[in-house]
């Protein structure tokens, strides 16, 4: 049975022709009441990396949450959102990115995603700790943005599942294991796996290339891309960006451990890669370790306490008193 990955050309997030744009991207997969039933909590995970750079598209744009949110109310779900940045709080990275107003508009809840140890059937990963809010949502649908990746070439929909790992867990991760480049792309797909979302839809109207996932530059796609396979849509995107699969370490562990379908079982009932390839992708200069040394966890750990703590917290009382 094939699984069908939806692509189209999507060029504005103009919120009218946003949603047009969506709505024509879901509907070959059943629309959006295909995913999500009356009553359903249903979180949506964006990229929200970091408030540092909120006009260099490191981030899921706030109009694509702000279209899948109304979405989803539409069907009858009870959309909130979720994600546990590197550095700050979600609500801190969101304010700075523009997506406060919109959630505002929408009565749309930001939560911290909290940690709960989750067993999983690879014993190589049974200690792996998990988003409880995600865990324990009726309906995920993941919101990755297209972005090289300085330590995983390309990051998309596996690793944007990344950040259901609390805090500063994900830096422990690296520490633990980074060494190993197929174990930690193994740590990545069985945390996708674990939280399988019922859809992903990848935010490809402008990328990030170069030296991302947040020092490179704003590149213009036009692309969408959808599929209930977060697996799936991940290896078609690769093919649309002209990334050989086997250099992405998420793409490459899918395919050896069997979740992600072979080529020939992806069906594209809307637009092929081939219609949206993109000739001249730029990947980071150079790939960096993805081992997190003992310093560098420590002196992460202080900078996201000292941002959560101190900094945003002191940004607010300053609007307050203003």
Same mark, same amino acid.
């Given at each position: 049975m094939s699984v069908p990955v939806s692509l189209i050309r999507s060029q504005s997030y103009d919120i009218p022709a946003l949603r047009q744009s969506i709505e024509a991207l879901l509907d070959p997969l059943g629309g959006m009441a295909q995913f999500v039933k009356p009553g359903d909590r249903v979180l949506l995970k964006p990229n929200l990396l970091t408030g540092a750079r909120p006009t260099q598209e490191c981030t899921t744009r706030p109009e694509v949450v702000y279209v899948v949110a109304q979405m989803v109310q539409a069907a009858g779900g009870k959309p909130f959102l979720g994600d546990s940045p590197a550095f700050g709080t979600a609500h801190g990275v969101a304010k700075a990115n523009g997506l406060l107003p919109l959630a505002q508009e929408l009565n749309l809840p930001i939560v911290e995603l909290h940690g709960h140890r989750y067993a999983t059937d690879n014993p190589a990963f049974d200690h792996l700790r998990l988003s409880k809010e995600a865990m324990e949502a009726d309906v995920v649908i993941n919101l990755p943005k297209v972005k090289s990746h300085a330590q995983l070439t390309v990051t998309l929909g *596996?690793?944007?599942?990344?950040?259901?790992?609390?805090?500063? &867990?994900? *830096?422990?991760?690296? &520490?633990? *294991?980074?060494?190993?480049? /197929? @174990?930690?792309?193994t740590m990545l797909v069985e945390t996708a796996r674990l939280i399988n979302p019922a859809l992903t839809?990848?935010? $490809?109207?402008?990328?990030? /290339?170069?030296?991302?996932?947040?020092? $490179?530059?704003? @590149?213009e796609l036009g692309v969408l891309a959808a599929s209930a396979n977060v697996f799936a849509v991940d290896r078609a995107m690769v093919e649309v960006l002209g990334v050989?699969?086997?250099?992405?370490p998420t793409v490459a562990q899918s395919l050896r451990l069997g979740y992600c379908p072979a080529w020939e079982d992806l069906s594209f009932p809307a637009l092929a890669p081939a219609d949206l390839k993109v000739e001249d992708w730029r990947l980071p200069d150079q790939l960096l370790p993805i081992d997190f040394g003992m310093p560098r966890v420590v002196r992460s750990t202080f900078k996201h306490l000292y941002i959560r703590y101190i900094k945003e917290p002191m940004a607010a009382y300053a609007k307050r008193s203003a």
């Open positions: *596996a690793k944007n599942l990344f950040g259901c790992v609390p805090g500063k &867990m994900k *830096a422990w991760w690296h &520490m633990e *294991a980074g060494k190993d480049v /197929e @174990r930690f792309g839809i990848v935010d $490809g109207i402008i990328g990030h /290339e170069g030296n991302g996932p947040s020092g $490179g530059e704003p @590149r050989d699969p086997q250099t992405v």
